[in-house]
């Protein structure tokens, strides 16, 4: 997986191809909105699939972990980039973030970021008490743009 720096922020497009916030009831509407902007991205059908999920793990764990709420931009990049962001406490990212093996399943999760880091093309994680921001790109047959 290529790793680009977090603050790599520098899109080919000169606004996000979508930029909303969410909670629990936007759930819907956002997937749908994000498996809109994939289509038109040229994602193709599974790539579109793999990735609503990924994007949908996101959300969760903002709503689960994150306080509640949270804000989601998609750009364009060479890739196509999804940035979730929440105020939450944070957390200590090595324990999720850097696993190989699955993890086990607890009534907390722990699964939702092992899922997302197999099915984009990278994932980036900065947490801290201020919150969280987690930035991945869409695995697809190449680049976008």
Known sequence: MAKPPLDHH???VSKPLLST???LADLNRVRHE???VS???????????NWVI????????VIRH???AGCLRLLLDGHLVCEVTDQGRGFNTARYVSRTERPPLSETGGMGLWVVAR????LLVDSGPAGTAI?????TRGTLG
């Open 39 to 49: 289509r038109r991205c040229g994602l193709d059908h599974d790539e579109i699939e």
């Open 34 to 36: 994000v498996e809109a």
């Open 66 to 68: 994150g306080g509640g």
């Open 135 to 139: 930035r991945i790109a869409a695995r």
């Open 119 to 122: 099915m984009a093309d990278y």
């Open 21 to 23: 916030s969410f909670t």
């Open 54 to 61: 990924a994007v949908n793990e996101l959300m969760i764990n």
């Open 10 to 12: 520098a899109p080919t």
